[in-house]
């Protein structure tokens, strides 16, 4: 992706009224929802440390409860795979699913399996996976992607999602009732349900000690997914990984306050095992596919580590200025929003994805409410340094792309001017008399499409304080 | 020596500069809170996301529960003959099953059972206990009560001892110390199935149960 | 340093490259106002620029080599007092990070622990009050990023502005939200950052105030020059101007 493609999908992406109004509505909501939920400062501050604390405790032994992850599973009849790319991934999704009488796919709402392009894979073999997550569902009718980590099809407004069911569903009338609509969804995924075969998921977390996965969901299609078809293919990142139940607790707490506004989400799953003798129900097979996609890349650097800590909630989006103003969709990646600006460049190098990293002011509005303390800050300036680093040995990938001749002089230049008060007075004092005759070229003129020009004073503080005879010392 | 890509995955990972880090302290224990008070907070928490919540003495559950039932013109009533609660309905609905709806066993696994799963109109469980401060109740599924029967009809009822309120969901992990041995499936569940993926406005009844209705028996 | 300690007799005074080359009247109303209580300023004229605009944009080196020029120029232990809640911040927040693993790394720690913001610094030390000889006047606050986020010092600009008598204070609908200033993110994401100040500048025009205040000057100069792009009425001024303006004797 080229700094162009991204301006222009920022572009257009701004200039849509409706998107705008859209995010504005939802992310405020967002906003709202969080503070009411975590209404009690010193306890939303203790909560969060000890999710930091969880978080970086488990990265620090990330081997080690992989394998024990991978023991307990393997020990419960848990079938686990390990998978280093996406298609390595999609691969062992698309064996599993052959090697079974029929191929009818439901699926749950999984970041991961959007990180593979699993459904486009998929259907390249002839195989669909039908979304049934409300908001996925709308958007794969559409053809779409994924705009927001919780709520897939934020950038809908109900009249547009109304046309969707009326055009894309069979037999669904033209109804803009949120009720009917959702029983227009809950008929049709409801045969799929029954029809299905295999049932892919995601996973919230995955508890080391005792093989169990942890799933969340508001809407039931998850369980559905994971208990109805006679097999279960779960995908997650691998740093997914928690010790032990007890991390369970304040990590649901944060995740779902932090992701909805809610003290709980209505279905916790906890998931152990396949069906067991004289169970009459639950799939027959649950596979675990475990993807690497660069993570260990990101977990080789301890500062970088940082971005594993996150658990998907996606408050950072509904509290980015940026992120209310373009929407999911102009990020040009899997992930949108501050965690994709740091995810996003380390995953497919920031050759490819680096303008994310610099389409920040670094206000600070996502670290403020992160649930496990990820500075994204500061991990978007070490990106921006790794951008322009002319160091041979980084481990992050497209480490020094950004190199070029003008930005280094400039900066050195900036730096000697600053590093030498006299001549810094002196060219001061140049644009006092001259500044605004400065052509309206480069970042002069990229202020001004916005501004009027910055006026320089006629006479820089350090001259009237000579002047007024304060004293260096 | 074997190249998988799990080797080559966990040898990237090990190969990292780390020290470990402790696990973070317990917090301290929280005083329990009293019976009554954690009941009131399951009780509210539940309501307010839509659940029908009803406090009976343990005696007078069936009564209720037959009211509950035809003040719905319910025909069907999936339920685990091989529980107490349905070995105890099963009883009462021999003794007089007039205006009550039939009761319908998980007559077998659900490949065979499946239309008749998805025809009923609800289903009663156990709920093997509840958390207080986040108001749920945990159900444990397992041979005799299948994990469907409170996920596919559109009425759930959840019969709920009240003794087995947690405060919390930590203390229902440690007190059922439930890391020693996990059932196949362990579900919490605060109320019926909801979305707000359309314009952030709620809707109930997606996919699960329309209707979660728990009763709390003293 | 707390309103329990005694006030000191001395401060250093840094300016920010902005105030010294666009709002100089700030920075001379900032230095009045401590010298008012009693307190002598000092203002090294060798100091430039915290370094903030290389540090955020990929260029810690060279950030390195401005801030340690600064660090030499304010050598005496005395507080350093600064009318900008973003440079303060660089300076307390982040010159230690800048200086992890350098040799200087004690000098910077030392000097980031000497670093005040002006209202801060106005507030909690010198324990001002304030009296207000202007005609009532309605004034709205916008809130820099880093003064809310890293300095934590809004309620202290507040503070002075509320015990300006005949001042009303209203507050913005979205306070919390960046004015899209952001250094250089302004001119490497022209579209963005002319989205979000839009977006300020119309916060500010629907509070009906006649003049926005503001303790960073990178923020106000956008908020003010995109006001006049757009040919809107009001008119923005740094905290310490105002405060000056609204208080001294002729």
């Given at each position: 992706?080229?700094?162009?493609?991204?301006?222009?999908?920022?572009?257009?992406?701004?200039?849509?009224?409706?998107?705008?109004?859209?995010?504005?509505?939802?992310?405020?909501?967002?906003?709202?929802?969080?503070?009411?939920?975590?209404?009690?400062?010193?306890?939303?501050?203790?909560?969060?440390?000890?999710?930091?604390?969880?978080?970086?405790?488990?990265?620090?032994?990330?081997?080690?409860?992989?394998?024990?992850?991978?023991?307990?599973?393997?020990?419960?009849?848990?079938?686990?795979?390990?998978?280093?790319?996406?298609?390595?991934?999609?691969?062992?999704?698309?064996?599993?699913?052959?090697?079974?009488?029929?191929?009818?796919?439901?699926?749950?709402?999984?970041?991961?399996?959007?990180?593979?392009?699993?459904?486009?894979?998929?259907?390249?073999?002839?195989?669909?996976?039908?979304?049934?997550?409300?908001?996925?569902?709308?958007?794969?009718?559409?053809?779409?992607?994924?705009?927001?980590?919780?709520?897939?099809?934020?950038?809908?407004?109900?009249?547009?999602?109304?046309?969707?069911?009326?055009?894309?569903?069979?037999?669904?009338?033209?109804?803009?009732?949120?009720?009917?609509?959702?029983?227009?969804?809950?008929?049709?995924?409801?045969?799929?349900?029954?029809?299905?075969?295999?049932?892919?998921?995601?996973?919230?977390?995955?508890?080391?000690?005792?093989?169990?996965?942890?799933?969340?969901?508001?809407?039931?299609?998850?369980?559905?997914?994971?208990?109805?078809?006679?097999?279960?293919?779960?995908?997650?990142?691998?740093?997914?990984?928690?010790?032990?139940?007890?991390?369970?607790?304040?990590?649901?707490?944060?995740?779902?306050?932090s992701a909805t506004g809610q003290l709980v989400?209505?279905?916790?799953?906890?998931?152990?095992?396949?069906?067991?003798?004289?169970?009459?129900?639950?799939?027959?097979?649950?596979?675990?596919?475990?993807?690497?996609?660069?993570?260990?890349?990101?977990?080789?650097?301890?500062?970088?580590?940082?971005?594993?800590?996150?658990?998907?909630?996606?408050?950072?989006?509904?509290?980015?200025?940026?992120?209310?103003?373009?929407?999911?969709?102009?990020?040009?990646?899997?992930?949108?929003?501050?965690?994709?600006?740091?995810?996003?460049?380390?995953?497919?190098?920031?050759?490819?994805?680096?303008?994310?990293?610099?389409?920040?002011?670094?206000?600070?509005?996502?670290?403020?409410?992160?649930?496990?303390?990820?500075?994204?800050?500061?991990?978007?300036?070490?990106?921006?340094?790794?951008?322009?680093?002319?160091?041979?040995?980084?481990?992050?990938?497209?480490?020094?792309?950004?190199?070029?001749?003008?930005?280094?002089?400039?900066?050195?230049?900036?730096?000697?001017?600053?590093?030498?008060?006299?001549?810094?007075?002196?060219?001061?004092?140049?644009?006092?008399?001259?500044?605004?005759?400065?052509?309206?070229?480069?970042?002069?003129?990229?202020?001004?499409?916005?501004?009027?020009?910055?006026?320089?004073?006629?006479?820089?503080?350090?001259?009237?304080?000579?002047?007024?005879?304060?004293?260096?010392? | 020596?074997?190249?998988?890509?799990?080797?080559?995955?966990?040898?990237?990972?090990?190969?990292?500069?780390?020290?470990?880090?402790?696990?973070?302290?317990?917090?301290?224990?929280?005083?329990?809170?009293?019976?009554?008070?954690?009941?009131?907070?399951?009780?509210?928490?539940?309501?307010?996301?839509?659940?029908?919540?009803?406090?009976?003495?343990?005696?007078?559950?069936?009564?209720?529960?037959?009211?509950?039932?035809?003040?719905?013109?319910?025909?069907?009533?999936?339920?685990?003959?091989?529980?107490?609660?349905?070995?105890?309905?099963?009883?009462?609905?021999?003794?007089?099953?007039?205006?009550?709806?039939?009761?319908?066993?998980?007559?077998?696994?659900?490949?065979?059972?499946?239309?008749?799963?998805?025809?009923?109109?609800?289903?009663?469980?156990?709920?093997?206990?509840?958390?207080?401060?986040?108001?749920?109740?945990?159900?444990?599924?397992?041979?005799?009560?299948?994990?469907?029967?409170?996920?596919?009809?559109?009425?759930?009822?959840?019969?709920?001892?009240?003794?087995?309120?947690?405060?919390?969901?930590?203390?229902?992990?440690?007190?059922?110390?439930?890391?020693?041995?996990?059932?196949?499936?362990?579900?919490?569940?605060?109320?019926?199935?909801?979305?707000?993926?359309?314009?952030?406005?709620?809707?109930?009844?997606?996919?699960?149960?329309?209707?979660?209705?728990?009763?709390?028996?003293? | 340093?707390?309103?329990?300690?005694?006030?000191?007799?001395?401060?250093?005074?840094?300016?920010?490259?902005?105030?010294?080359?666009?709002?100089?009247?700030?920075?001379?109303?900032?230095?009045?106002?401590?010298?008012?209580?009693?307190?002598?300023?000092?203002?090294?004229?060798?100091?430039?620029?915290?370094?903030?605009?290389?540090?955020?944009?990929?260029?810690?080196?060279?950030?390195?080599?401005?801030?340690?020029?600064?660090?030499?120029?304010?050598?005496?232990?005395?507080?350093?007092?600064?009318?900008?809640?973003?440079?303060?911040?660089?300076?307390?927040?982040?010159?230690p990070k800048l200086f992890a693993g350098e040799?200087?790394?004690?000098?910077?720690?030392?000097?980031?622990?000497?670093?005040?913001?002006?209202?801060?610094?106005?507030?909690?030390?010198?324990?001002?009050?304030?009296?207000?000889?202007?005609?009532?006047?309605?004034?709205?606050?916008?809130?820099?990023?880093?003064?809310?986020?890293?300095?934590?010092?809004?309620?202290?600009?507040?503070?002075?502005?509320?015990?300006?008598?005949?001042?009303?204070?209203?507050?913005?609908?979205?306070?919390?939200?960046?004015?899209?200033?952001?250094?250089?993110?302004?001119?490497?994401?022209?579209?963005?950052?002319?989205?979000?100040?839009?977006?300020k500048v119309d916060d500010i025009q629907r509070?009906?105030?006649?003049?926005?205040?503001?303790?960073?000057?990178?923020?106000?100069?956008?908020?003010?020059?995109?006001?006049?792009?757009?040919?809107?009425?009001?008119?923005?001024?740094?905290?310490?101007?105002?405060?000056?303006?609204?208080?001294?004797?002729?």
């Amino acid at each position: 992706m080229t700094a162009d493609r991204f301006e222009t999908d920022v572009d257009r992406a701004l200039a849509d009224a409706q998107l705008r109004k859209n995010f504005a509505f939802a992310m405020g909501s967002f906003i709202l929802k969080r503070k009411a939920v975590f209404s009690d400062a010193a306890e939303t501050e203790r909560l969060r440390t000890l999710g930091n604390a969880i978080k970086q405790s488990a990265l620090s032994r990330l081997p080690e409860l992989l394998e024990q992850l991978e023991a307990s599973c393997t020990r419960n009849g848990i079938r686990v795979h390990w998978a280093e790319t996406p298609a390595v991934a999609n691969r062992i999704v698309l064996e599993v699913i052959e090697s079974h009488a029929g191929t009818r796919v439901v699926k749950g709402k999984s970041m991961v399996s959007e990180e593979m392009h699993l459904n486009a894979f998929l259907a390249t073999h002839g195989i669909e996976a039908i979304e049934t997550d409300l908001g996925e569902f709308i958007i794969q009718l559409n053809g779409e992607t994924p705009s927001h980590i919780i709520v897939p099809a934020i950038h809908k407004n109900k009249a547009q999602i109304s046309k969707i069911f009326h055009e894309k569903v069979p037999g669904a009338p033209y109804t803009e009732d949120v009720a009917e609509l959702t029983a227009i969804a809950r008929r049709t995924l409801r045969r799929r349900f029954q029809e299905a075969t295999v049932g892919v998921s995601g996973v919230n977390f995955a508890v080391a000690e005792t093989g169990t996965l942890c799933l969340v969901e508001n809407e039931g299609n998850g369980r559905m997914c994971t208990t109805l078809p006679s097999v279960h293919i779960a995908v997650m990142g691998l740093e997914k990984v928690v010790e032990t139940l007890e991390d369970l607790p304040p990590l649901l707490r944060l995740l779902t306050g932090s992701a909805t506004g809610q003290l709980v989400t209505t279905y916790v799953n906890l998931i152990t095992s396949p069906r067991r003798e004289g169970e009459k129900d639950g799939p027959q097979e649950v596979h675990l596919v475990i993807l690497d996609n660069g993570r260990s890349r990101i977990y080789a650097d301890p500062e970088l580590r940082q971005t594993l800590q996150c658990v998907r909630c996606g408050t950072c989006l509904n509290h980015c200025p940026v992120y209310t103003r373009i929407g999911g969709h102009a990020y040009g990646f899997v992930y949108p929003g501050p965690i994709g600006k740091i995810l996003n460049p380390q995953v497919e190098g920031l050759d490819k994805a680096g303008p994310l990293a610099t389409a920040s002011s670094l206000c600070g509005a996502c670290e403020e409410v992160c649930p496990v303390k990820i500075p994204i800050p500061a991990l978007l300036r070490r990106l921006r340094n790794e951008s322009y680093s002319t160091a041979p040995d980084s481990a992050v990938l497209g480490h020094g792309c950004r190199q070029n001749l003008t930005e280094r002089l400039a900066w050195k230049g900036w730096a000697f001017l600053n590093t030498h008060p006299r001549l810094n007075r002196w060219v001061t004092a140049l644009l006092g008399a001259f500044g605004e005759y400065l052509p309206p070229a480069g970042p002069l003129e990229r202020w001004m499409r916005y501004r009027t020009e910055p006026m320089f004073a006629p006479k820089s503080l350090h001259r009237r304080i000579k002047e007024e005879g304060l004293t260096d010392e | 020596m074997s190249d998988t890509a799990r080797d080559r995955i966990l040898d990237r990972l090990r190969r990292a500069p780390r020290s470990e880090l402790p696990r973070p302290a317990a917090a301290a224990a929280a005083a329990a809170p009293q019976r009554a008070a954690m009941l009131a907070r399951l009780k509210s928490l539940l309501e307010a996301m839509r659940a029908e919540v009803h406090v009976v003495p343990a005696a007078d559950w069936l009564p209720r529960l037959k009211e509950i039932l035809r003040a719905r013109s319910i025909k069907t009533l999936l339920y685990a003959p091989d529980t107490g609660v349905g070995a105890e309905l099963s009883a009462a609905w021999e003794a007089d099953a007039s205006g009550l709806p039939d009761l319908v066993p998980y007559g077998g696994p659900v490949e065979t059972f499946k239309d008749q799963l998805f025809a009923v109109d609800a289903a009663v469980t156990t709920a093997a206990g509840a958390v207080a401060d986040t108001g749920a109740i945990i159900l444990r599924p397992g041979p005799h009560e299948p994990r469907l029967m409170s996920l596919v009809p559109s009425i759930h009822i959840a019969v709920l001892p009240s003794a087995a309120i947690f405060p919390s969901l930590g203390d229902a992990m440690r007190e059922g110390r439930w890391s020693a041995d996990m059932p196949t499936n362990l579900l919490l569940i605060s109320g019926p199935s909801k979305t707000a993926d359309i314009e952030l406005t709620l809707a109930f009844g997606v996919h699960g149960p329309k209707e979660l209705i728990v009763l709390i028996l003293e | 340093m707390t309103q329990e300690s005694p006030k000191p007799s001395k401060v250093y005074f840094f300016s920010t490259c902005l105030i010294d080359a666009f709002y100089p009247d700030a920075g001379l109303a900032a230095i009045r106002l401590i010298e008012r209580e009693g307190v002598r300023v000092a203002f090294p004229s060798g100091q430039s620029c915290c370094g903030q605009p290389a540090y955020n944009s990929g260029f810690p080196a060279e950030a390195r080599a401005v801030a340690r020029r600064q660090i030499q120029a304010f050598r005496e232990d005395i507080p350093i007092v600064v009318p900008s809640g973003s440079c303060a911040g660089m300076m307390k927040h982040h010159y230690p990070k800048l200086f992890a693993g350098e040799n200087d790394l004690p000098q910077a720690q030392a000097f980031s622990g000497r670093v005040f913001e002006w209202s801060e610094f106005m507030v909690q030390v010198l324990g001002v009050r304030l009296e207000d000889r202007g005609a009532p006047l309605r004034v709205t606050w916008h809130s820099s990023c880093h003064a809310m986020r890293e300095m934590q010092v809004i309620g202290h600009s507040k503070d002075l502005i509320r015990q300006l008598r005949n001042v009303e204070l209203v507050e913005l609908a979205h306070e919390h939200e960046c004015c899209g200033f952001g250094g250089t993110f302004a001119v490497k994401h022209p579209a963005i950052s002319g989205a979000l100040v839009n977006d300020k500048v119309d916060d500010i025009q629907r509070t009906g105030a006649a003049r926005v205040i503001a303790g960073d000057c990178g923020c106000l100069m956008n908020i003010t020059g995109a006001a006049a792009h757009r040919g809107l009425p009001f008119t923005g001024q740094h905290l310490a101007e105002f405060i000056w303006e609204r208080t001294h004797d002729g």
